[in-house]
């Protein structure tokens, strides 16, 4: 199964924070629906799955499998709840999936990438600067620096561009 992290950075690298002043892109949100609805799926972390429930996104994925990776919640009525990104892979691939989106937050992205288990990356670049963010890790004790391939570059409007990579493994 190929596993895509999909995620939206500021122009400074960090992860882009939105909040009611600061909200997604239009072109970054509707680019992501795009990506789940070809993958069938996503998986998120809880409180990125608590904000698209604040956010009334839930109709736009509707049908579709969400997977919410917790430690501490066990049960969500509507969504499968997993305690780690191998279960959640498991899943998926149980299922039948070929593809798994894995969409937010910086916890799982980091939880995902520490263990090797991303193929792609899908980075929205937003044009806008962060005095403060998270940042996406890699294992530090196996890999000091790791290649990546360009698959893609785009623009999606509103000064926003879209990288594609593959990860070699």
Do not use: C
Not at 14 to 22: D, I, V
Not at 32 to 45: K, R
């Amino acid at each position: 199964m190929k596993t895509i992290l999909w995620a939206t950075l500021t122009g400074n690298g960090n992860y882009a924070q939105s909040s009611p002043n600061n909200p997604p892109k239009k072109e970054a949100l509707g680019d992501f629906a795009a990506h789940a609805q070809a993958a069938g799926n996503m998986i998120v972390g809880r409180r990125t799955f608590e904000g698209m429930q604040a956010g009334s996104g839930g109709g736009t994925f509707a049908g579709m499998d969400i997977v919410v990776v917790s430690a501490s919640v066990k049960d969500i009525p509507g969504v499968t709840v997993v305690g780690s990104p191998r279960e959640a892979l498991s899943y998926l691939l149980d299922k039948g999936y070929q593809t798994a989106l894995i969409s937010g937050g910086a916890d799982l992205h980091n939880a995902f990438l520490g263990q090797g288990l991303v193929d792609e990356l899908i980075f929205n670049v937003a044009p806008v600067l962060e005095g403060k963010g998270l940042n996406l890790l890699i294992d530090a004790e196996k890999y000091q620096y790791k290649e990546v391939e360009l698959l893609n570059f785009k623009s999606l409007g509103s000064g926003v561009v879209q990288l594609h990579y593959a990860i070699s493994h």
